[in-house]
């Protein structure tokens, strides 16, 4: 199976719900995909289509467009195709379904994306910080707004 | 006065204590030396150089700053188990050294031992005040409320009931080939023959119970470092610390003394060497301290060169394969007796 | 005999320290020398690997450089440690522990700062999560320059920091 | 992690300081006597926000803090970074330029193995096993060392090329030492295979299926020793791998005795394929002629767009997925460790195992917390 019928078996799946995909090069083909429904989505992949490998889920900011995209790049241990695909939210509210149903090890990297961006992952099994220290929760450090950034404490600079 | 004579003096006796009492801390601080160089040598490198010639005077050094650092005793620790602890422990150690003899003076084919104390009944008195140990590391790991600690110490509980059952049915074996429990007389016993060749299965039981005894590795699961930071001495800090530690040193000595006199012919030599007075005042005690140092080098070295075992493993070993080993050696002898050879 | 003292600081869940009288006494005499020559031929230091330093540390103590050889030799528990080795990036979620750490040691105790994100945050001095000016907070001997600094810079530590102890001018010790 | 304790249970915290890992991280475990019954992993101790100072750095700026994402893989994270850039901007790497990143990077994976191999058998107690792995990595760093100026973090990469060419000579030293170096690969072999005490230790301890490993996500060795071939060097060839002549290692067992066999046959694949680069590497220049990269591209404007980029770390896949908005600066980066869902694995893995065995399984994941927290 290459790049193309993927992203085809994929969208006749899932007609209102996948939209704006791209076949890059045969082994990297991008999707968008509706918030509401993606962990469905991740089933199917799952099962159907052999993505079993989940290699990353992370957020971007975008303040100009006041959105938050939550992108999860889905490999494979049988072919080498990597599909991202990605979830956007509001910026002011973003709140996404959980996929550690699907992918177990989503877990720490949606805790990790909770804290430093303030995605909220609803039916996480265990949703609390995970490298930061409890005191900076709401401070959502990797947003493009974060002030703290630069940190001028140091002294010791020339 | 006759020289035995003086040897049964009470005040004599108590004046040889004290200086083996100092020869064994001295014999410590060596084994700690060799410990590190030896480590050093197996393991591609030079170890203490700086400190004296090739770091001689490393042990010094180290007891001088460990004998100054802060005393600190935890805040939820039991204070007076917390220091009464080493002592315990020093105290078990010295309670065994009063019954070995550290070599003997060979007159006119008569034997002296050397040593602070004769009793009748000294290989069971070694044998139950060395228990005692035990004791004080379950008070160091008990009173350091420490949760590591703890479990070194479970360990050391669970690997001592393991391994003083064979030890003591290995030493029986031994008290019974010779006919006595006193151990001078158990070393005297072998002459000609060393009992490591009349019951090769009794020295082997034996010299793996002893390592566990001491916890030298593979049996070193009450410190094991990566897992339980420093076991049961994690609390400790400066010279109690050294006092733990140096109990250990000690009992290593100790140890390779026992093996020596149980089976490795104690001071025997054959009876022209010893014909001479001066001859048979030095070789024996010499001979027999080569040996008890060469034991000691082997166990040092074989500290450096296994891995450890796990704890359940270390169980497994002493009651599924040493037990039976150690009554079949007993079976042995005893067969041996009744045919009288 | 040790005294109980009630103004120490109190560390969470920790320690209460007495004072060793021997070593009061011997501060007051030429003994002192005697004390120092044994404290600085044996810095036991604390094994704790931070960040890219860290392996660095480690090759340190091992078969190559060898530290045993100036009577240098890593310990796991901070209780047998007389020196701490900050090295790497110390962040805001880590520095209690390590304060613990330090607490726990008894003292005379020194500090290395070791590489530059000890010294003053390194190529991470902006970040969010890492703590600037370590050396407000610890008592630092010897600083070690280098991102991360060779072995030999670290056995070279060690032998400013024996100098140092030698002439009386560490930050360690209370003369 | 339930914080309640039944009976004769005690909650014992292992770290964030603990002899088991070079880093910091902390184990909270639940026993039962020496079983652990329930664990959880803390991370975060040296979390350095690495993806946030990388959105504030110019491109070439950025090479010198991925360096320090893994310390024992430095130039493998280099490549996947430079790598990124490389597919944006549409750069072609010179030949002599690939096969020299090859070489680096197959002795960075020979001594980050070296190192956690070592680690490892100190682990269950056998200290001297860590000296000897030691005395030779210093032999592969110094090979390091004299190519790249440094011994742990390197900023040897460059886009389009490398900074410096192999120094005169580099192949005898490599053949010198490769040539100790594949006796000691040999005798740690044999040391292992002959130890009972080592194999009682490990043979059977920490069974990690192949279906368990692919849900958690492992890739790397822990992965090749559960049985599934898969490596990016091979499923998705970058560099010159494709030209290049090796297998992938594999084991059966899916044990810690497996993992650490994995790594022991691939610092000879690893040998083997630097000695292949060595015949192969053609002359010619070390960035794409023409062009204005070089050493030094001091600033640097990388077309918009994202690309996901992944290398095979010492470790497993190591990825970064960069989204340029066409300035000097990337817009976001992110990292993706292959340690990140080992770790993660850690607490079912160890669940019912006895203390001691928590240790030598950790262990033998050969873990890198630095990476992990970035």
Known sequence: MDANTMIDSLSTQFPDAIYDTKVESKIRIIAKVKPEIVTDVCKYLKENLSFGHLCCEFGVDYPGRNEIEVVYIIGSYDHSVVLTLKAILPRDNPEIESVVPVFWNANWYERETYELFGVKYLNHPDLKPLVLPEDMLGEWPLRKDYKGFPNKAAKNLV | ?341 | MAVEQSDYEEVPGVILTDRNAISDFLKTTKAQDVLNWGRKNSLWFMVNAMGCCGVELLSTGMAHYDTDRFGIIPRNSPRHADVLIISGYVTKKYLPALKKIWDQMPSPKWVIAFGDCAISGGPFYESYSTRQNVDEIFPVDVFVPGCPPRCEALIQAFFELQKKIEAKQDRGTEY | MDEKVGPSEMIVHLGPQHPMMPGPFRLNAKLRGETVVDSEVEMGWIHKGIEKILENKTYLQGITIVDRICYLAALTNEEAYVGCVEKLAGIEVPPRAQYIRVIMEELSRIQSHLLGMGEYASFVGFVSMFMYTIRDREDVMTLMDSVTGARVTHSFLRFGGVKDDLPEGFKDDVKRVFASLRKAVDSYEELYSSDEIYKSRTVGIGVLTAEVAKDIGVSGPPLRATGVAFDIRRDEPYLVYPDLDFKVCVQKAGDVYARVQVRLDEMRESMYIIEQCLDQIPDGPLFPEGTAYGRRTPVMRVPAGEVFHRVEDPRGEMGFYMISDGSDKPYRVKIRGPVYPTLQGLPPLIKGVKVADIVAIAGSMDTCTSEVDR
């Open chain 2, 1 to 341: 006065m006759e020289l035995p004579e003086i040897l049964f003096n009470p005040l004599v006796r108590g004046i040889i204590g004290i200086c083996l009492m100092s020869a064994i801390f001295l014999g410590a601080m060596a084994a700690v030396w060799f410990e590190r160089k030896l480590s050093a040598d197996i393991q591609q490198r030079y170890g203490p150089m700086r400190t004296g010639p090739h770091g001689l005077l490393q042990l010094v050094a180290d007891a001088i700053k460990l004998f100054t650092k802060e005393d600190i005793i935890p805040k939820n620790a039991d204070r007076l188990l917390f220091v009464a602890a080493p002592i315990m422990m020093m105290g078990s150690v010295f309670l065994v050294l009063v019954a070995i003899p550290f070599g003997a003076i060979i007159i006119n084919g008569n034997t002296y031992p050397i040593a602070a104390t004769e009793m009748d009944i000294s290989i069971l008195y070694i044998e139950a005040v060395s228990a005692i140990s035990i004791i004080g590391i379950f008070m160091v790991a008990y009173s350091s409320n420490n949760k590591y600690s703890l479990l070194g110490a479970f360990r050391n509980f669970a690997r001592m009931i393991g391994y003083e059952v064979p030890l003591g049915i290995s030493i029986v074996s031994v008290a019974i080939m010779a006919g006595s429990l006193n151990i001078v007389e158990i070393a005297q016993a072998q002459h000609p023959l060393w009992f490591v060749f009349k019951q090769p299965i009794g020295f082997i039981v034996f010299f793996i119970a002893l390592m566990a005894d001491m916890g030298r590795l593979p049996f070193d699961q009450n410190e094991s470092e990566e897992e339980l930071i420093a076991g049961w001495i994690t609390e400790y800090t400066g010279m109690r610390f050294g006092l733990g530690f140096f109990a250990e040193y000690i009992h290593l000595i100790l140890g390779s003394m026992l093996v020596v006199l149980l089976f490795l012919g104690g001071w025997n030599l054959p009876a022209v060497l010893t014909s001479n007075t001066i001859l048979g005042i030095i070789l024996p005690t010499v001979f027999f301290l080569l040996k008890v140092i060469l034991v000691m080098l082997f166990i040092i070295m074989l500290r450096w060169a296994v891995p450890r075992f796990r704890i359940d493993q270390v169980v497994d070993i002493s009651w599924k394969k040493l037990l039976p080993l150690a009554l079949l050696n007993l079976g042995w002898v005893i067969a041996l007796g009744l045919l009288g050879v």
